[in-house]
């Protein structure tokens, strides 16, 4: 099982069969939502979804971008890890109104 990214996304695959993914996109200069999180049924349980994330993170991180969580699986990380909020944009509660 090997990590992969492409714009837009980073995503999982066992025997080229894709079982998770993470989804981003550029909200503006700067800024990326977490748009939707994704694990395949039969891999649930294993902690791809956190290893998903923790690599949108560390991407975000390397670049200097903050993110605006959109998906729950994003919005529940960033509540229960004060560790990674640093990575919260300023004003994300106002850029996901501005989605909707």
Same mark, same amino acid.
């Not at 944009?89 to 109104?97: C, T, V």
């Given at each position: /099982?090997? /990590?992969? *990214?492409?714009?837009?996304?980073?995503? !999982? +695959?066992?025997?080229?069969? /894709? #079982?998770?993914? #993470?989804? =981003?996109?550029?909200?503006? @200069? $700067?800024? #990326?939502?977490?748009? *939707?999180? %994704?694990?395949?049924?039969? =891999?649930?349980?294993? $902690?791809?979804?956190?290893?998903?994330?923790?690599?949108?993170?560390? %991407?975000? @991180?390397?670049? $200097?971008?903050?993110?605006?969580?959109?998906? +729950? =699986?994003?919005?529940?990380?960033? +509540?229960?890890?004060?560790? #990674?909020?640093?990575?919260?944009?300023?004003? =994300?509660?106002? !850029?996901?109104?501005?989605?909707?």
């Amino acid at each position: /099982m090997e /990590m992969k *990214h492409e714009d837009g996304r980073f995503f !999982l +695959e066992d025997n080229d069969e /894709m #079982i998770g993914e #993470i989804t =981003y996109s550029t909200v503006k @200069d $700067g800024v #990326i939502s977490l748009d *939707h999180t %994704y694990v395949s049924d039969s =891999y649930r349980g294993q $902690g791809l979804a956190g290893k998903l994330l923790n690599a949108a993170l560390d %991407y975000s @991180d390397l670049k $200097g971008l903050k993110i605006v969580p959109v998906c +729950e =699986y994003s919005k529940a990380a960033f +509540e229960r890890k004060p560790e #990674i909020r640093f990575l919260l944009a300023e004003n =994300y509660q106002e !850029l996901l109104k501005g989605e909707n």
